[in-house]
């Protein structure tokens, strides 16, 4: 089970690092569109 699971690890490690990624990217994302937004509204 254990070994199993250790044979796994770059693949777990890796999935997590992708959701992560897109987690910030995603946040980065939307600041960034409600940034513009507001910039639009001052106009």
Do not use: E, G, S
Request: some cysteine; overall charge positive; glycine content about 0%.
């Amino acid at each position: 089970m254990i070994r199993a699971l250790t044979a796994h690890a770059p693949a777990f490690a890796l999935c997590a690092v992708c959701f992560v990624l897109a987690a910030l990217l995603d946040q980065w994302d939307t600041a960034r569109h409600q940034r513009a937004a507001r910039r639009r509204r001052q106009r």
